[in-house]
């Protein structure tokens, strides 16, 4: 498709608002399920550290 201008492109033959609205929602829930990952992440690695600390205090309370 070729366009004219450039608010030819922005306006993509009428489905524009449709368009760019569906590129916006995707991008948002992209970085949304980023950041949720890496909370997750965090959230595991500190669960972990404090049940190696409760066993190194276990261990050496035996």
């Known amino acids: 498709?070729?366009?004219?201008?450039?608010?030819?492109?922005?306006?993509?033959?009428?489905y524009g608002l449709y368009?760019?609205?569906s590129m916006g929602v995707t991008f948002l829930l992209?970085?949304?399920e980023v950041f949720?990952?890496?909370q997750a992440r965090l959230r595991a690695e500190?669960?972990?550290?404090q049940t190696?600390?409760?066993n190194q205090q276990d261990?050496?309370?035996a």
């Open 1 to 14: 498709m070729r366009w004219e201008s450039w608010a030819d492109f922005w306006a993509m033959g009428g």
């Open 19 to 21: 368009v760019w609205g």
């Open 30 to 32: 992209m970085a949304l």
């Open 36 to 38: 949720l990952a890496r």
């Open 46 to 49: 500190r669960e972990v550290l």
């Open 52 to 54: 190696q600390a409760l």
């Open 59 to 61: 261990g050496e309370a």
